[in-house]
């Protein structure tokens, strides 16, 4: 009987143990592409945070320079074709067609 019952014992532990492999390696592979997947998204997500942190520190640095550089108030409102009161602007287009 003894020797029956560890027949039986080994045999469904044997068998618990080929199960588990066997599923082991049917859930795994997936998982770790997913997470692989979600660690490369991880990865763009965090450099697209790098990169509007610097976009926001330009910004407040143009910001900045608004509130206390009156030349570069000029130089952007000349960009932008603004003139003072009384002048005369001349704008030459290069793309003019002969």
Known sequence: MNVLLTIITRTTLFTALVCLVTAGLFILPPKISQMRRLE?????????????????KI???KQQRFKT?????EYIARQNKRVRPGELVFVF???DVK
């Open 59 to 61: 910004l407040k640095e």
């Open 40 to 56: 490369n998204q991880r990865n763009e997500l965090l450099r697209k945070i790098d990169h509007k942190n610097i976009e926001i």
């Open 93 to 95: 287009d290069s793309d």
């Open 69 to 73: 550089d009156p030349d570069f108030v």
